[in-house]
């Protein structure tokens, strides 16, 4: 099941919504970041100060849960990541007895959060240049050997993939330095999740700041859809700033997630 403040959603007939669909233009992630957007949504205020400190006190009590074992971690809730629309595309990494059966990459690091980026800033900016910044890689043998001298470029139709060891580096004044771990760049993007028979599995997934909490999620699908064209401010060669008409392609992405095995009939009707 799929809900935003702890509601949940269904479709028009009443029925519980099983594959949500979406348009993302900046970011997606999975696991704690999303977590902590879900947690902060819960207790918003008209207050533009005290939600400041809604989200610094959310963000420590999430962070403790390190300590305890417990909480969102990417190895918990995903089975593996694929380059393409199903699990029979190529595994960028693969977690558990999958792993071994697929002979796919391993994460390192057990991270807290991944990462899909279409900008070069997380979290109201406070995260700038995450994916220049990210010097390390994040798999035992990433699909693209020169990963680490890719560049960003928000026209390219590729999305940059990367994760985060603790949820708290996104804010430290270090994080230009520890900073996070290349993973993928590329798309269209599948996640597997998890799947418990003995108890449900509960992660978070927030799409451009909507964050949801998935109730026994099967498999989210990121694949383009579109670009559309955007002012931007470009640098002149003096090194000063002017508002010029320098346009610059800025790509939609198409994104889907379902509760349950997609049939035929869903793949076709995800597909844009």
Same mark, same amino acid.
């Given at each position: 099941g799929f809900y935003q403040r702890d509601e949940l959603l269904r479709n028009e007939d009443g029925s519980e919504l099983v594959c949500l669909q979406a348009h993302m233009l900046l970011y997606a992630g999975v696991a704690k970041d999303a977590e902590l957007a879900y947690n902060v949504e819960m207790h918003r205020t008209k207050s533009q100060l005290c939600n400041k400190l809604v989200y610094l006190w959310q963000g420590i009590c999430i !962070?403790?849960? &390190?300590?305890? +074992?417990? @909480?969102?971690?990417?190895?918990r809730v995903l089975r593996g990541l694929y380059s393409g629309k199903s699990a029979s595309a190529t595994p960028i990494f693969a977690t558990g007895l999958r792993r071994k059966r697929q002979k796919a990459p391993r994460l390192f690091a057990n991270p807290e959060m991944i990462? +899909?980026?279409?900008? $070069?800033?997380? !979290? @109201? @900016?406070?995260?700038? $240049?995450? &994916?220049?910044?990210? &010097?390390?890689?994040g798999t035992s043998e990433p699909l693209d050997p020169d990963l680490l001298e890719q560049e960003q470029d928000a026209s390219d139709q590729k999305l940059?993939?990367?994760?985060l060891s603790r949820l708290l580096r996104v804010a430290m004044p270090t994080n230009r330095l520890l900073a996070g771990r290349r993973i993928f760049q590329g798309a269209p993007l599948h996640f597997e999740f998890k799947q418990k028979n003995y108890r449900d599995v509960v992660t978070f997934v927030q799409i451009d700041g909507e964050s949801?909490?998935?109730?026994?999620?099967?498999s989210m699908t990121i694949e383009f859809d579109q670009q559309i064209t955007l002012l931007q401010k470009a640098?002149? $060669?003096? @090194?000063? +700033?002017? &508002?010029?008409s320098n346009f610059q392609n800025f790509q939609n992405d198409h994104l889907s997630v379902s509760t349950s095995e997609p049939s035929d009939s869903d793949l076709t009707e995800a597909e844009v």
């Amino acid at each position: 099941g799929f809900y935003q403040r702890d509601e949940l959603l269904r479709n028009e007939d009443g029925s519980e919504l099983v594959c949500l669909q979406a348009h993302m233009l900046l970011y997606a992630g999975v696991a704690k970041d999303a977590e902590l957007a879900y947690n902060v949504e819960m207790h918003r205020t008209k207050s533009q100060l005290c939600n400041k400190l809604v989200y610094l006190w959310q963000g420590i009590c999430i !962070a403790l849960h &390190w300590f305890c +074992c417990v @909480g969102q971690r990417v190895q918990r809730v995903l089975r593996g990541l694929y380059s393409g629309k199903s699990a029979s595309a190529t595994p960028i990494f693969a977690t558990g007895l999958r792993r071994k059966r697929q002979k796919a990459p391993r994460l390192f690091a057990n991270p807290e959060m991944i990462l +899909c980026l279409n900008i $070069d800033s997380f !979290a @109201g @900016g406070t995260a700038r $240049d995450l &994916w220049c910044n990210s &010097w390390r890689v994040g798999t035992s043998e990433p699909l693209d050997p020169d990963l680490l001298e890719q560049e960003q470029d928000a026209s390219d139709q590729k999305l940059e993939v990367l994760t985060l060891s603790r949820l708290l580096r996104v804010a430290m004044p270090t994080n230009r330095l520890l900073a996070g771990r290349r993973i993928f760049q590329g798309a269209p993007l599948h996640f597997e999740f998890k799947q418990k028979n003995y108890r449900d599995v509960v992660t978070f997934v927030q799409i451009d700041g909507e964050s949801y909490k998935l109730l026994n999620p099967h498999s989210m699908t990121i694949e383009f859809d579109q670009q559309i064209t955007l002012l931007q401010k470009a640098e002149l $060669d003096n @090194g000063c +700033c002017s &508002w010029i008409s320098n346009f610059q392609n800025f790509q939609n992405d198409h994104l889907s997630v379902s509760t349950s095995e997609p049939s035929d009939s869903d793949l076709t009707e995800a597909e844009v």
